[in-house]
Structures are given as C-alpha cells and as structure tokens.
C-alpha cells in the first residue's frame, strides 16, 4: 500500500525536464516576419490585379452599353425614317 | 519575461524586438505545447502557427495583461483547437487504409524522448486521458512556473474554475494509476 502511495506522488511532481527546439524549427520562427511581408505583399498585388480586372470589366460593360444604345438609335432612327417612307 | 522585450518596438514591426520575443518565449511555448499534445511534431507546428498569429496580431495587444500571459492565451487556444480537432477525429473517424496496412508514422512522446521512466509513462498516457480544460491546466501547473492566477488568466477562466480544473484532474490522474497498479500490481 504505502509503495502505492509512492507511486501515486509523481502526480504532484513538477515537470522539470525541457525538450531542446530543432534548429529547423528556430530558423523558421525567426523567418516568420519576412515570410508574412512577403504574403502580405503578395496579397495587396492579387487585391491590385483583381481591381484593375473588375475596372476593364466594368469598362468593357459600358462601352458595349454605349455601343448597344447607338445602334438601337441607328436602328430606331432608320425604321422611323422607312416608315416615314411608306407613307408617303 | 516581458521586461526584456520593447512591445511598442514589436508593435512597429522591429526586427530585433521580434528576435527578442522569440528567444523570450520560443522555448517555453514549445516545451508547453510538446507536453499538452504529446507529439514533437505536432508541438513543432503548433509553435509555428502561434508565432504567426503573435506577429499578425501583436498591434491589437493592449498591455491589459503582461505579454507573457497574452502568448500562453494565444497557445492554449491553439492547443485546445488540436486537441479538439484529434479528439472529435477520433471519436467519428474510423480509418481504414485501401492498400493494405497504412503507414505508421512514427513520432515522439513525452516519455520516449525524455527517456522517462515506467511511472512517466503512464503517466502521461493518463494525462492524455483527462478532457481537455484539466489536461491544460493540469500541464501549466506542472509544467511552467504559472501561479493560478496567470493560468486563470492565460486559459480566460476565473482562479475558483482553475482551482477546481486542477483538483480534479489530480483526483482523474489518481483513479486512473491507481486502477493501471491494480492490473499490473507495481
């Protein structure tokens, strides 16, 4: 019984051995604020390239907009003018 | 800890304050982590990706606590993700290779890299045991030089709820030894 006890007094034992960090993992730490500017950078030139595309898409829109417009008045223009036609 | 780091420098993004703080607070985050999963590899990662969110989100630390205590926080939730996350996988997954036997990966432990002795062992397979809030605060206790009250703080519990976590998982830690001595009468 009393070896029991002895077993059972590891629980209030502190821990006091400490695992040594690789190399690897210290390397990694420490590259840690350039790798983020680099993703950051990175990130701020995707945002940049997806707004220049939506400005030439919203662009594109709205020149064949205005192109769809002149032609309808051309084509409402030329109908009028032949109906004008026929009445006479 | 804190008193050697310059947080207003670490905040404006100094190279030399970020190499402080990761000498500060590498190797204790990493020995906290190492003994709360049990998987040097698992520890490894984990200290990665708290050293990430230390550095992403270091502007919004406001000094209410000292900094010490806002990285463990920070490491806790980390851990307690994974622990979940293994948990929860366990509990639901059922695994079950295509071709043939899977691969078994081998990684270490607590015992098998500190070359513990038989009680370590099961000790530690009974910590990790124990749910997760008691196996946490359990380790910190055991592990850092934490008094209760920055374990309270750093877990966002009250110092009542830490005491209790602790106590019971001492009580949780005592059934299941002595349940392990009584099959294998050590």
Redesign the interface.
Known sequence: MK??ED??K??????T??????DE??E???N??SI?RKYRKNNWLLVAGIAVLMSLNGLAIAKKAKANKQDYIIEQYSTNTLSTDSYE | MNEEIDIIALQQ?D?KA??DL?KTF??PI??TC??ILQN?EEA?DV??EI??TV??SITFFKGDSKLSTWVYRIAINKCNELLRFKKRKKRFGIHIPIFGSSIEIKTET?DE??H?DE??KV?FKAIAKLPENQQIAY?LY??EDLSYQEIAEAMNLSLSAIESLIFRA?QN??KS??EF?KINE?
Request: glycine share 2%.
């Open positions: 070896n029991k077993l059972l590891i629980i209030d034992e502190k821990f051995t400490r695992v040594e960090m690789s993992l210290k990694r730490l420490l840690i604020p983020s | 993004g190279p970020y190499q990761v590498a190797k990493f020995n190492f003994y040097k490894e200290t990665q050293f990430v550095f992403q607590p890299l500190l513990q009680r370590r000790l380790t055991n592990l001492k830690l005592r030894l002595s001595y050590l």
